[in-house]
């Protein structure tokens, strides 16, 4: 097993990255993986596309008949051929033999296995011990990407692909090391009250069907039983209790912070007095089209979208006018070049349409974007929002350093080797043929 040093390309800062960028609800959120399209084009004739393509270098050399003494050996051959690819990853080092399918050709038939079927019900690697399987790993997101698969051409596929599961993997090994720093690090006391609250979670599942037919409910609709249940919302409530414990002891927010936030953002919160509208202009002697717009307000429909799609005037926007400054009041401030539309805007409030307005061959409707009266709003009023958003700011900040200093001291296999593992399975299963 490898520990979490700076190989094939990745480091803890950018697994880190990435993994801000997952959608792991308990961690955050930041950039995305490098740019696709910094990668070279590869020529194609008529053969399979690989993950060798994507990846911009050579293609492997196939491996040897699964089951055989020399795959092994000619998998780390395979690896090292690669430049920069790591070393003497348990994903590459020991395949697993897949059972066949229709796509898997015998060794009679072909005499080599595409690497990618070594694996597919076997190991992808490993996180701080724990193992990752591929068909854990696939379970809840091959639906999403059948879809692609069937929806897009193997290269968009392909694309995508790469940056889900990229995604998705850093989120499930985040979610690991955070698990087994939790685990290790809990009281007794605390053992204790988990306990308490598995054996409530437990009876609270079981309680309206009882154990047995709960279980066959629960196999049937998620492919767990019970005791998986509860032991995912065990795993669950302990990343969430070591993330808040770990880094809400870290935030501390003053009196003095927030009254220098408030001075640094006084523009913000004291905006000078201003309207600003959109508008949706339609010939006045077209019926039809007035009555579906009417139709489409009152569905709810929004009034940027109808105004792109029907607006004679500033379609492209939306209908929005630039915002127009209040120095002479409201009641002076010719807001459109249009009078009647400008007495109706001054009835309504932020969020508000009206109309229509004939004015001439043109049928108006306004709605009012955003409004400012110039009042401002105090220290007072602010200090609990500002205090808020400096706790969620520091939050993230501590929340990235815990993070980091985690995957620089975990031990898991390459992130590079199993994406590629991963991207290569996804390619093979789901996308198009060539």
């Known amino acids: 097993m490898l520990e979490s040093e700076n190989r094939g390309g990745w480091t803890p800062a950018g697994a880190l990255t990435l993994t801000l960028a997952s959608a792991l609800a308990l961690v955050g959120c930041a950039g995305k993986p490098d740019s696709l399209a910094a990668r070279p084009e590869r020529p194609h004739a008529s053969r399979t596309l690989s993950v060798a393509d994507f990846r911009g270098e050579p293609a492997a050399p196939p491996l040897a008949v699964v089951g055989s003494a020399a795959v092994g050996a000619q998998a780390q051959a395979a690896a090292s051929a690669v430049p920069g690819a790591p070393q003497g990853s348990s994903a590459a080092a020991a395949p697993v033999e897949a059972p066949p399918t229709a796509q898997t050709p015998s060794a009679a038939e072909a005499g080599t296995v595409p690497p ?18 591929v068909a854990e790993f696939f379970a809840p997101v091959e639906n999403q990407l059948r879809i692609w698969g069937r929806d897009m051409t193997r290269l968009e596929f392909t694309a995508k692909a790469y940056t889900f599961i990229q995604e998705q993997l850093a989120e499930l090994i985040t979610r690991e090391l955070v698990y087994s720093e939790a ?8 053992r204790v009250g988990l306990r308490y609250f598995l054996q409530q979670l437990e009876a609270d599942v079981t309680r309206t069907r009882g154990r047995v037919a709960q279980e066959q409910v629960l196999r049937e609709e998620q492919g767990l039983g019970v005791d998986e249940v509860i032991e995912l919302e065990r795993r669950k409530q302990l990343v969430k209790y070591k993330i ?23 523009a913000e919160f004291n ?16 019926v039809a089209k007035r009555a579906e717009i009417e139709r489409s307000l009152a569905e709810g429909y929004l009034f940027s979208a109808l105004a792109e799609e029907h607006s004679a005037i500033l379609a492209s926007r939306g209908g929005l006018l630039d915002p127009m400054p209040l120095t002479q009041g409201l009641e002076s401030t010719a807001i459109t070049r249009w009078p009647e539309v400008d007495a109706l805007a001054r009835t309504l409030r932020e969020g508000e349409f009206g109309g229509p307005v004939v004015n001439g061959d043109l049928a108006i409707w306004v709605y ?8 401002g709003r105090s220290l007072y009023d602010l200090q609990h929002e500002i205090q808020e958003r400096l706790a969620n700011e520091r939050f993230a900040a501590e929340q990235k350093k815990y993070l980091a200093d985690l995957f620089a001291r975990g031990n898991m296999d390459d992130f590079n080797n199993m994406t590629y593992l991963l991207l290569d399975i996804a390619i093979q299963r789901w996308a198009r043929p060539e």
């Open 116 to 133: 990618a079927f070594v694996s597919h019900a076997g190991l992808v690697g490993q996180v701080n011990g724990r193992p990752i399987y």
């Open 183 to 190: 685990e290790a690090s809990l009281t007794e006391n605390e």
């Open 271 to 286: 905006p000078p007095a201003s309207i600003q509208v959109r508008i949706l202009a339609v010939k006045a002697s077209d």
């Open 368 to 375: 009012v974007e955003n409004f400012e009266d110039g009042t």
């Open 244 to 266: 808040q414990a770990e880094i809400r002891k870290r935030v501390v927010v003053s009196w003095r912070d927030v009254e220098r936030y408030y001075r640094d953002h006084y």
